[in-house]
């Protein structure tokens, strides 16, 4: 008997968007982007703009929506994230990230309507992160765990309308949404230049003018050991410090001839309210002669600043030679720069007796980042070599947007280098399993002070599509 369609779908996004609200933060490797999305479109280096390549197009192209053959489309999708990082102090301690197994669920529908097809997708866009042990080199001696986690997703929905049998047009309207974790032990050191010399960041505010105040009054000698910004729950499944917004895309498909198409893209630069932590605290210490050591800890409100996802600009070519191969080739620009100059971060302590002479007062902090545009290349093939059965590989490479002197071992989205592979296989007329895998080769990056971080990462989605 045959599906109702649309109420099928939306039990089928209803039960998904559950899955995904409950979905493990993200480690992506195109700067904080994912190397590709949707397991077709990854098994081919990532490249999407031109050719079909289900509902994933919501996120890639969506004018793709247009190309396909069926009149409704239901994707459902899981991917596993395997990120291994590794930070190296200048004196060869080493720190492994701990956090190496993600998982991420997604989810698509499309409908086609004569010349219109619409739908809804829910996507996890990427993230960066990572966690080092409190007793590694990472934890200053004083036992201080290191955590990240970025993630940024989104629900979307598209409208793609064919002009005629050349062209295709399309746009759609995001909701994002993003959470932020972050423990940070900062050393004396650092801690001091964001005070004065200001060569990895600069602190304002009220707090600075106090602590300055009370490190004057102290004994010769007296030092700073660490200062530790955290806002971190215990869910390995959404963030401390979360906002949500807004952004869109539009895009085109021109097919000049029968098995030759081009794409061409734009997505928007996201437009998010500032995460925010309310109840959480940041410590620091000092080493006084004569007292010991003397901690701090002041609670109040966390709110991470201007954090944006960038806009980008993508086109690509699909080539059908024939009825068995598919050669696919893309290009994109994301525009790093505009979003990701500085990590800015606000605390306001609270009127606590136990916050001293800083109740009520306020530190602004901000970690240079400086982050470059960056230009990603994706190519792929795809050989049919039965009636069931479709196998597929690619290339991606993005240069490593983020400047050497800034890195920081707590946000190492570095990897450059990528290869993928990957297989569809038919399940009769309607149903299909499609499968990648990715490679993100080791990529090695030593920082202003010269801690060595290298990453290296292998991922995999599974998708199963029903076109009915």
């Known amino acids: 008997m045959k599906l109702p369609r649309f109420e099928a779908a939306v039990r089928h996004a209803a039960a998904t968007l559950a899955l995904l609200a409950l979905s493990h933060q993200l480690r992506a490797t195109n700067g904080m982007n994912m190397e590709g999305y949707g397991p077709v479109a990854t098994a081919l280096g990532g490249a999407s703009m031109a050719y079909d390549n289900g509902t994933a197009g919501v ?35 080493s720190a492994k990230s701990q956090s190496t197994t993600f998982f991420m669920p997604a989810f698509g529908y499309a409908r086609k309507a004569g010349n219109i097809v619409y739908g809804l997708g829910v996507f996890g866009q990427g993230g960066m992160g990572c966690e080092y042990d409190k007793d590694t080199w990472r934890g200053l001696g004083f036992g201080l765990e290191n955590r990240t986690e970025v993630s940024v997703g989104r629900v979307i929905l598209p409208v793609s309308y064919r002009v005629n049998d050349q062209l295709s047009v399309a746009a759609t309207l995001d909701y994002v949404w993003a959470g932020m974790d972050l423990k940070m032990a900062m050393s004396g050191a650092q801690f001091t230049d964001l005070l004065s010399t200001h060569q990895i960041g600069q602190a304002s505010g009220s707090i600075v003018q106090s602590f300055g105040q009370i490190m004057a009054s102290m004994p010769a000698g007296t030092s700073v050991d660490y200062a530790y910004f955290d806002f971190s729950n215990s869910s390995d499944f959404t963030g401390e410090a979360s906002g949500k917004g807004y952004a869109g895309k539009v895009g085109i498909v021109y097919t000049p001839q029968p098995g030759l198409a081009f794409g061409l893209t734009y997505h928007s630069k996201t437009r998010l309210d500032d995460l925010e932590a309310p109840g959480n605290s940041i410590r620091f210490q000092m080493n006084v002669p004569g007292m010991g050591r003397v901690p701090q800890t002041l609670a109040g409100d966390i709110t991470v600043r201007d954090f944006e996802w960038p806009a980008m600009l993508g086109g690509g070519v699909a080539w059908q030679p024939n009825d068995r191969w598919l050669l696919v080739a893309d290009i994109r620009r994301v525009f790093w720069a505009d979003v990701m100059k500085n990590f800015n971060l606000a605390f306001v302590a609270s009127s606590a007796t136990a916050n001293g002479p800083f109740a009520g007062q306020r530190l602004d902090a901000q970690l240079y980042q400086n982050w470059d545009d960056q230009t990603v290349i994706q190519v792929g093939a795809a050989y049919r070599l039965s009636g069931n059965l479709t196998v597929r590989a690619g290339f991606n490479h993005g240069n490593d947007p983020i400047p050497d002197r800034y890195l920081n071992c707590l946000f190492p989205a570095t990897v450059e280098t990528h290869l993928t592979i990957g297989c569809g296989y038919a399940l009769g007329e309607h149903g299909s399993i499609e499968f990648s895998y990715t490679h993100g080769f080791e990529h090695s990056v030593t920082n202003g002070g010269g801690v060595r971080v290298s990453h290296s990462q292998n991922n995999a989605q599974l998708m199963y599509a029903l076109r009915f």
Do not use: E, W, Y
Request: charged share 10%; net charge negative.
């Open 59 to 93: 996120i890639n192209n969506p004018a793709t929506l247009s190309l396909m053959p069926s009149a409704d489309r239901l994707d459902l999708a899981l991917g596993v994230l395997g990120p291994q990082i590794t930070a190296a102090a200048p004196n060869g301690a």
